[in-house]
């Protein structure tokens, strides 16, 4: 539900970002004030003002942890007597649900043992394999301790797919929870997480998620794999708190 947008004045904005920055209960209330929320959104509201100028309002928060960065930016417009905010959401809106405590991944990564072609045996759905039938990762380890990376995909249309990228840790204390840059522009200009939930003892098996539970992919570098071999896996994931009823599983595999 949205709030109406009020007029801030310049001398308000510095102390309502402190308030918003130090106090964690309050981000509802600052959000609220300043401007409003949508989900991974930039949305305009103009109300009246006077001639003063405009006051443009740049604020987001981390992903329903209650724990605000608020950034401010005051611009000063002559004759325009209008207050706009700009909203960018990082994650979530004001309607988000309490945290989840992030998901548990491997204490132990053996990146040399980790590399190798893995076949994707089933995922979530999400847009950057849209209309994929079978994709698979190739992973190799790199000496200075990154991983590069080669996705390819195969269309229901027959048309194949790929791009290419590198993985690092970014905390040696938690060697499962990756970090992935892919080398192609947008794609480049972040990175994603690549959390590694479980790995067999042969580093043959594997889940991968992302810690806001809207990715996941059961891996397998034998390409006869399938649903049959996973019981216990997606049954874990699913106490993790993934919607394993909606994985799609790949009818095809990537030849070579």
Not at 85 to 99: F, G, I, Q
Not at 118 to 140: Q, T
Not at 175 to 203: C, H, M, Q, T
Request: charged content about 20%; overall charge positive; aromatic content about 8%.
């Amino acid at each position: 539900m949205w709030a109406n947008p009020k007029e801030i004045s310049t001398s308000s904005i510095p102390r309502l970002a402190r308030i918003c920055a130090d106090t964690g209960p309050v981000v509802a209330f600052c959000n609220a004030v300043l401007l409003k929320i949508s989900n991974f959104a930039i949305r305009i509201d103009i109300a009246p003002s006077d001639n003063r100028g405009t006051v443009i309002s740049v604020a987001w928060h981390n992903s329903c942890d209650n724990i605000p960065a608020l950034l401010a930016v005051i611009v000063q417009m002559k004759n325009f007597p209008h207050l706009i905010a700009v909203a960018v959401s990082s994650a979530c809106a004001l309607s988000c649900a309490s945290p989840r405590a992030d998901p548990p991944t491997v204490s132990k990564l053996d990146a040399a043992r980790y590399s190798g072609e893995w076949h994707e045996i089933a995922r979530l759905p999400n847009p950057f394999e849209k209309n994929l039938v079978a994709a698979k990762a190739i992973y190799k380890a790199r000496p200075d301790g990154t991983i590069s990376l080669r996705n390819e995909g195969l269309k229901g249309d027959g048309i194949r797919t790929s791009i290419t990228g590198s993985a690092r840790q970014p905390e040696p204390g938690d060697p499962g929870k990756l970090l992935v840059r892919f080398d192609k522009f947008p794609a480049n200009l972040f990175e994603g997480d690549y959390w590694i939930l479980e790995i067999n003892s042969s580093y043959t098996r594997a889940v991968v998620g992302s810690p806001d539970r809207k990715f996941l992919w059961l891996l397998s570098k034998n390409p006869s794999d399938g649903r049959g071999e996973f019981p216990v896996q997606i049954q874990n994931a699913r106490k993790l708190g993934y919607a394993t009823g909606e994985l799609y599983f790949n009818p095809k595999r990537v030849a070579n």
